[in-house]
């Protein structure tokens, strides 16, 4: 049974950093494509960072240059490194493993204000 488990959201001013963790068991983050997404109210859920098992990454245009999606095998737990967070970032994000179908996690909400 697989199971993603993120946490590290709340709420921080802009220009700040977040750090969120994607804790996962039942797969291997090291063996799987794996991926962050986000979802705003009424808005489709849209990517915005995936590692590959190779170790490559793929990043939205509008984070390029300030997230940095990263893992650690041997905790099996994939990050997601925000910088300079702007109010556009607030969102619900997931974490998602790609493996024939998609499995997510419950999600974790993002809020950028001052």
């Known amino acids: 049974q697989v199971q993603l488990v993120e946490s590290g959201g709340g709420l921080v001013e802009p220009g700040g950093s977040l750090r969120l963790s994607c804790a996962a068991s039942?797969?291997?983050?090291?063996?799987?494509?794996m991926g962050w997404y986000r979802q705003v109210p009424g808005n489709q859920r849209e990517l915005v960072a995936r590692i590959y098992s190779g170790g490559g990454t793929l990043y939205a245009d509008a984070v390029k240059g300030r997230f940095t999606i990263s893992r650690d095998n041997a905790k099996n737990t994939v990050y997601l490194q925000m910088n300079s967070l702007r109010p556009e970032d607030t969102a619900v994000y997931y974490c998602?493993?790609?493996?024939?179908?998609?499995?997510w996690g419950q999600g974790t909400q993002v809020t950028v204000s001052s």
């Open positions: 998602n493993c790609l493996r024939g179908i998609n499995y």
């Open positions: 039942g797969i291997l983050v090291g063996a799987n494509t």
